[in-house]
């Protein structure tokens, strides 16, 4: 079975997330040095297709990345998402949003971030914020935010059927993990920064959270928009299985060179 396989929520189905182990390594048997060998081939076939897609420019590729504080986002790109040139790819973190973006509709923001064709676009955090934080802090009131992943849906829906390719990524760490990660940020003087007050309070909905993810991967992950959740404990295993669902989305679009407009069999470069 393939990793896209093994990962993937089958649409219609609910993940027992308390059963799917954040240590484990589904799909691979190797160590963290074999994945870092398997890595680089995959990179190398990532920086091959950006540049097909692009060249292409007929295809659209989206990759949603959701975890946790602590779950990791940050490090994947790092060492997965810059296997794409950076001309044509575009990182988007979604934060709280502003004063302006309260002014419209949730989706607003992030539909206006969609990559364009022949590009990546990375949403770091998305629009599930909005039935994740804004459901465990009752941002809005259950009536509204119910009717999100309807809405979502047929938003990505639309996305898909107008040749963007989505993949949704879901980062799952264990609560001993991140404990460990936000006492290296509290220890760390190069990683105070990171830290966050709201963190904390993150940690103790710990429950809510697993429940509102639970909700948001069962009624969300569709054929033409899955849901993967990764298991995200090991770093190497967490890059090894995003870069892997990403080389197989990147061949089955299999973008095409174009053909030359113009015959260049008869040119000649002068001297
Ligand atoms: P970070 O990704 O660590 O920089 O933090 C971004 C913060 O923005 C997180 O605490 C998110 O929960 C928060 N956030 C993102 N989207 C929304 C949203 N739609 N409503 C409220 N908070 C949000
Ligand atoms: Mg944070």
Redesign the pocket.
């Known amino acids: 079975m393939s990793f896209g396989e093994l990962l993937r929520i089958a649409p219609g189905t609910k993940p027992d997330l308390a059963a799917i182990d954040p240590a484990s390594t589904p799909g691979f048997d190797g160590d963290k040095d074999a994945a870092h060998d398997r890595l680089k081939e995959l990179r190398h076939e990532l920086t091959s297709f950006q540049e097909r897609l692009w060249a292409e420019g007929r295809q659209s590729l989206l990759i949603v990345l959701q975890a946790l504080?602590g779950g990791g986002?940050?490090g994947l790109i790092r060492k997965v998402i810059t296997a794409f040139n950076p001309q044509g790819t575009r990182v988007i973190?979604?934060?709280?949003?502003t004063e302006e973006?309260l002014r419209h509709d949730?989706l607003w923001r992030v539909h206006a971030a969609t990559p364009g064709k022949g590009r990546i676009g990375v949403f770091?955090?998305?629009?599930y914020?909005?039935v994740?934080?804004?459901r465990v802090?009752e941002?809005v009131p259950e009536s509204v935010w119910e009717k999100r992943y309807d809405q979502i849906n047929d938003f990505e829906a639309t996305l898909a059927a107008n040749d963007t390719r989505i993949v949704k990524v879901f980062l799952h760490i264990s609560r001993d993990e991140q404990r460990e990660r936000f006492q290296k940020r509290i220890d760390d003087p190069a990683k105070h920064w990171?830290w966050?007050s709201?963190?904390l309070e993150?940690r103790e909905h710990w429950g809510d959270y697993q429940a509102a993810y639970a909700d948001a991967l069962a009624r969300c992950s569709r054929d033409h928009a899955p849901w993967f959740v990764v298991p995200a404990d090991h770093k190497w295993y967490r890059d090894l299985a995003v870069a892997e669902i990403l080389v197989e989305a990147a061949r089955e679009m299999d973008p095409q060179w174009p053909e030359a407009g113009d015959d260049l069999s008869s040119i000649v470069i002068p001297q």
């Open positions: 504080d986002k940050d973190g979604f934060g709280v949003p973006e949730y770091n955090r998305s629009h914020e909005d994740l934080v804004v802090n941002l990171k966050s709201g963190d993150t």
